[in-house]
């Protein structure tokens, strides 16, 4: 009987003219051996002697190496073509699970400890008889040193396991170190977990940092730009040519990647895209949700996966308070070449009569939902809220307007489940790359994008920024009617002011303090109309529109309840009816690392709290990539100090060093009266050109 067993065992690894397996293979074949032959040694067809021979080649073997079957005993050709006939009925007859998924993630970068997390969340409900969980981690040697510190790229079969700290599921393989930015590791990790974890349905999860079409998967060690969008082609690509099969879901663990460039560049190679096209939290997915529904019905359907997906996300982030800010959205591949032929149509009607629609196009970027707001760099915008600012616009044509709606339908038809938090009021699930200005505008996009290939939208958005700085228009004109005075600390001022001229899009005004040498400036914000609809920022016209703004002696701090701080705060955004998100710049200084970074913190002015923390780690090459950072109560903030140069006018800011603060229990904002000075409200117009005018009034504040 051993015999037979070590015979059917073999199959699964040897063919007819083969006659070494590795270690690896050898160690599962003598489990079995071993197993059944002591429940029946009597049925053999191997002696004694040769199973003996085979354990000692078994220990003698460096692990990973190949044993010699020669050693075994001399196996007639009878025998050997057993064997392969029973490797071949076995492989017909192997059970196929329901699900795989493949987890690439890379955490060769400061998100290591978030991806000890999360291979400890995934552990909470592990693989079941009809789900995989394959994981390969990478990790870095500096970021932290828990379970067992390693450094290297291994393969795991993840295990339930209810330690939330320690990893214990099995590990397959340790392939050394690893470039989990390189094309050809994604394609070999894919290739590797298809053949050995056969499945229905597929998932793919790429875990890492995130930065929309520009860059993805940051990897400390081997590649810190990380992985391109023509990279990550290149690896679905030949996994498809190899293995003549499409994945059912990519899923992206990251920021801003719900983007149509990355739909276009993966529908060929999927069914469902999963991503958020905002910043994405710390904490990423949630995975016992995920995994806990799988598990109890293995047999859903992709869409299904894709909305429970989504819907988890959003109360997996109502639970920990974060929901602000947050976006997710689930995408039918097959549906883009629907939103693409849209959006060109839509595109050439614009760029067909750019000196008509350039307006239109400026007013649209200038109220559109946009992503990591803060940051010009990676230009994301809503598509749908894009083509949805056209139809309001009077100025737009029939025909622009009906390309507009056909191109919000296609939007819709091709999202599953969307989910956005009050930040995102008007998120419809795809972005697009639109930079504000051309200075911004990242000249691979015409290279590297195949939606602008498509489309010819990186023609259209460069000619877009050569008409708006042609146009010839007079600079608009500010007055305020109000005299300078004195008001008490804590009261509000009624400032009448007049705004005039062509092509007039905004309005926003800055309370300043008045010092010896400089003017600092100590908040920015947008003048609020009551509507229908709620508070709204003024809505321009061409001529003259007189306005108020109703003004109060009060200021923002930073407060961690031991000191506080005055830091320049500005509105997340200029959404009708919500102005309850703000943030302040500085720089995040951690003492027990070392690490500094750039940081942006965002404030709910509604209930006081900080709900984030984004640092932006710049990688080199003009990659520059977002991550939340949770700081600890040692770590610090020092923030940048907005001041206006008496000298030239100019708006300028430095590092305020003396108004450094730590985060202790949790940083806060509080509105308190202005402290007595001397105070200057100054109120800015600009036009659709980027041309501005201002004036300002002296207050006195006792």
């Not at 803060?374 to 056209?390: E, M, N, T, V, Y």
């Not at 070392?594 to 990659?623: H, P």
Request: glycine share 6%; with cysteine; net charge negative.
């Amino acid at each position: 009987m051993k015999s037979v067993v070590l015979i059917l065992i073999l199959t699964i690894f040897i063919i007819p003219s083969v006659n070494a397996i590795t270690t690896n293979e050898l160690k599962v074949v003598l489990k079995e051996v071993l197993k059944l032959y002591f429940e029946n040694p009597s049925n053999s067809r191997l002696s004694v002697p040769e199973l003996r021979d085979l354990l000692i080649s078994f220990f003698e073997t460096p692990t990973g190496q190949e044993v010699n079957l020669n050693k075994v005993g001399k196996h007639s050709g009878k025998l050997m073509q057993e064997i392969y006939d029973k490797s071949k009925q076995s492989k017909e007859t192997k059970i196929i699970k329901e699900w795989t998924l493949m987890v690439f993630m890379n955490g060769d970068n400061d998100l290591e400890s978030a991806a000890i997390g999360d291979v400890n969340e995934m552990e909470m409900i592990g693989s079941t008889d009809k789900v995989n969980v394959i994981v390969q981690l990478d990790r870095s040697p500096k970021f932290d040193k828990s379970n067992g510190d390693w450094s290297t790229t291994k393969r795991f079969y993840i295990e339930k396991d209810n330690d939330p700290n320690i990893i214990r599921s099995k590990e397959l393989a340790d392939i050394g170190e690893a470039n989990m930015a390189s094309s050809s590791t994604l394609y070999e990790f894919l290739k590797w977990a298809i053949e050995q974890y056969p499945s229905k349905k597929t998932v793919l999860i790429l875990w890492n940092h995130g930065g929309g079409w520009q860059s993805m998967s940051n990897d400390d060690t081997d590649k810190p730009q990380g992985m391109s969008l023509p990279e990550l082609e290149s690896a679905l690509q030949k996994f498809k040519q190899d293995k003549g099969m499409k994945l059912t879901v990519i899923a992206f663990d990251m920021c801003l990647m719900g983007q149509i460039e990355l739909d276009v560049a993966i529908a060929e190679y999927a069914s469902i895209r999963i991503g958020s096209q905002e910043l994405e939290p710390n904490e990423g997915f949630d995975y016992i949700d995920m995994l806990q529904k799988l598990a109890l019905k293995p047999e859903m359907e992709p869409e299904e996966f894709a909305v429970n997906v989504v819907e988890g996300y959003k109360s997996f982030y109502e639970k920990l308070r974060k929901t602000s800010g947050i976006t997710l959205s689930a995408v039918r591949l097959d549906k883009i070449s629907n939103v693409v032929d849209k959006f060109q149509d839509f595109s050439n009607k614009i760029n067909n009569d750019m000196q008509s629609s350039w307006k239109a196009i400026a007013k649209g970027q200038g109220v559109v939902e946009t992503y990591a707001r803060d940051r010009s760099d990676f230009g994301a915008i809503d598509l749908a809220d894009f083509a949805d600012s056209f139809k309001s616009q009077s100025i737009v044509s029939t025909e622009l307007n009906t390309a507009a709606e056909r191109l919000i339908e296609a939007v819709k038809d091709s999202v599953i489940a969307s989910t956005s938090g009050k930040a995102h009021p008007y998120s419809y699930g795809i972005a697009v790359y639109f930079p504000i200005d051309n200075q911004y505008f990242d000249a691979k996009y015409l290279t590297e994008s195949k939606f602008s290939q498509k489309t010819n939208w990186g023609d259209t958005v460069s000619k877009f920024y050569k008409t708006k700085k042609s146009i010839i228009s007079k600079d608009p004109e500010i007055k305020i009617q109000t005299q300078p005075t004195t008001v008490k600390s804590g009261n509000s001022l009624v400032i009448d002011y007049t705004v005039s001229g062509k092509n007039l899009f905004d309005v926003r005004y800055l309370t300043a303090w008045v010092t010896k040498d400089k003017i600092f400036v100590l908040e920015e914000n947008f003048p609020r109309i009551n509507t229908e609809l709620g508070w709204a920022i003024p809505s321009l016209v061409d001529g003259q529109n007189n306005l108020s703004l109703e003004w109060k002696a009060t200021a923002v701090s930073l407060t961690n309840e031991k000191k506080d701080v005055f830091a320049t705060m500005r509105p997340y955004g200029r959404v009708l009816g919500f102005f309850t998100l703000y943030y302040t710049e500085g720089v995040y200084r951690s003492p027990s690392t070392g690490e500094q970074y750039d940081v942006t913190l965002v404030f709910d002015y509604s209930d006081s709290s900080m709900v984030y923390a984004w640092a932006y780690v710049d990688y080199g090459q003009g990659v520059i990539t977002p991550v939340e950072i949770t700081p600890k109560p040692d770590d610090i903030f020092i923030p940048y100090r907005t001041f206006i140069n008496l000298l030239d006018g100019n708006i300028e800011s430095f590092l305020s060093e003396e108004e450094a603060i730590t985060f202790s229990d949790g940083l806060f904002v509080k509105e308190e009266p202005l402290f007595d000075g001397d105070f200057l409200v100054y109120i800015i117009a600009e036009d659709l050109t980027g041309k501005t005018a201002e004036d300002y009034v002296a207050v006195v504040v006792e």
